[in-house]
């Protein structure tokens, strides 16, 4: 399977407490080149974007299958020159160049074939790039003025991600890209290939491009594998309620049926188990409430904290709190950046949530001897074999009950409006009088307070 990218420093990447995995990001919402390459028995392309089926497809079907040289990796293309000075490895790579384009995010060759390729009109990736033409049909928030993208997702946790992504793009340009282009200005011309032509091709990578996972054994010694675009491959729709998936083989990749598909349906694709938040963020659309079934809520650690901090009624019960969230920063259990993350029906994030409940409610002589035993002692039976499920969190003792809901309550005020007011805009008459923008954030606010007040009702 390949996996979902996230831009190194956005919220998606770092700061956030995640324990599901994406799988392969995809989103293409306009028409693709060709489909020369599918399968015409069973694949056709659809008016205006996606994947229909041509036929009644059984799983698994091979809807699609691609010649893995489809790919544009780092150093991609016909100009001699740029493969061998930008490409990340390989033969003909020069290594004075592969360490000057050493960077966190790990996609600087990538990015500086594509803003060769894209401006070289002979370049054969041009029939590729023509469907976006200047990128107007990205509209991620990073692309948002910076007081809408406040207004309509201030608590969400997008905008904060998007602060992180810009200033992570103006670092890299200024710091990689710049010097690479003025050293090889037989190729760049930083007055053509600007900040503004780089930070759209950082979305459009962001957006559209795949990433072959490493096996288990290499995930902690080696980076993550850089992100390839795969032209035609990229052109299936995602929902969280797929038919299809993408697979990856050494030769190929194959996007084969998980569900019965009728003649004329759309084929969907995953691009892995996502919430709004995150494919606004990085794809720029979210799902309409209640199709995402993966959608999630964030309580923010420091908000427990806070909560925490409040119900403390002298200043040695605050001290207390103190030493007990710096215990936890100790066990890596909380950080300041970190969040807890709920799903519908469980804390995805279980193990990090449970233990700061318990140590942020425990007397000063209970945390004096679960410090003195570092954080270990014997859990019950019940606690070994429970998950924080929504009927576990129901069950949860008064304490770590009333901290929690404070918790909540903390987290719907960092939103400009209630439940209520997000019902009220669904309604279809005032729906279909909102921008696309204002539709696409409420769908990220309503689910992530739907959860809120899901728990709310559960620890109440």
């Not at 020069?94 to 960077?103: E, H, K, N, T």
Request: net charge negative; glycine share 8%.
């Amino acid at each position: 399977m390949l996996s979902q990218l996230s831009y190194p420093g956005s919220r998606g990447a770092a700061g956030r407490c995640s324990p599901r995995p994406a799988e392969d990001p995809r989103r293409m919402r306009t028409r693709s080149r060709s489909a020369d390459s599918f399968c015409p028995a069973v694949a056709t392309v659809c008016r205006g974007a996606g994947l229909g089926a041509a036929r009644k497809c059984a799983p698994p079907t091979c809807c699609h299958g691609g010649p893995g040289q489809a790919a544009q990796g780092g150093g991609a293309g016909p100009h001699g020159g740029l493969r061998g000075v930008v490409r990340g490895g390989g033969r003909g790579a020069q290594p004075q160049a592969q360490d000057s384009l050493q960077s966190q995010s790990g996609w600087v060759p990538l990015l500086l074939a594509l803003l060769h390729e894209y401006t070289t009109s002979t370049s054969r990736w041009q029939p590729y790039f023509s469907l976006w033409q200047d990128f107007s049909s990205l509209d991620h928030p990073m692309f948002w003025p910076e007081e809408e993208r406040t207004k309509l997702l201030q608590g969400t946790g997008i905008p904060e991600a998007v602060d992180k992504d810009l200033a992570n793009i103006q670092l890299e340009y200024s710091s990689i890209i710049l010097p690479f282009m003025k050293s090889h200005p037989d190729i760049f011309d930083p007055e053509l290939h600007t900040l503004e032509l780089y930070k759209q091709l950082v979305a459009f990578v962001m957006a559209y491009s795949f990433q072959e996972p490493l096996e288990e054994e290499d995930e902690d010694e080696k980076g993550p594998n850089p992100p390839m675009m795969v032209p035609v491959a990229d052109i299936l729709n995602h929902v969280a309620n797929h038919n299809a998936s993408l697979e990856y083989a050494p030769r190929c990749l194959r996007m084969v049926t998980t569900q019965p598909i009728s003649k004329g349906q759309e084929i969907f694709n995953t691009y892995g188990q996502m919430a709004n938040w995150q494919l606004l963020h990085m794809y720029g659309f979210a799902e309409p409430y209640p199709g995402n079934t993966n959608d999630t809520a964030d309580i923010q650690m420091v908000t427990v904290r806070k909560a925490a901090l409040q119900r403390a009624k002298s200043e040695a019960q605050q001290q207390l709190v103190a030493e007990q969230w710096d215990f936890l920063c100790q066990l890596e259990m909380v950080g300041e950046e970190g969040a807890f993350v709920l799903g519908w029906d469980e804390v995805l994030t279980e193990e990090e949530l449970s233990t700061t409940l318990k140590v942020l409610c425990m007397s000063e002589e209970e945390f004096k001897e679960y410090k003195e035993q570092d954080g270990w002692e014997e859990d019950s039976e019940e606690e070994e074999s429970s998950t924080l499920s929504n009927a576990a969190l129901s069950r949860l003792k008064a304490p770590c009950k009333m901290l929690l809901y404070d918790s909540v309550l903390l987290t719907l005020q960092s939103y400009r409006s209630d439940l209520r007011a997000e019902q009220d805009l669904l309604s279809k008459e005032v729906y279909e009088k909102l921008s696309r923008r204002e539709q696409q954030a409420l769908h990220v606010r309503y689910g992530q307070k739907r959860i809120l007040h899901q728990l709310l009702e559960l620890v109440q």
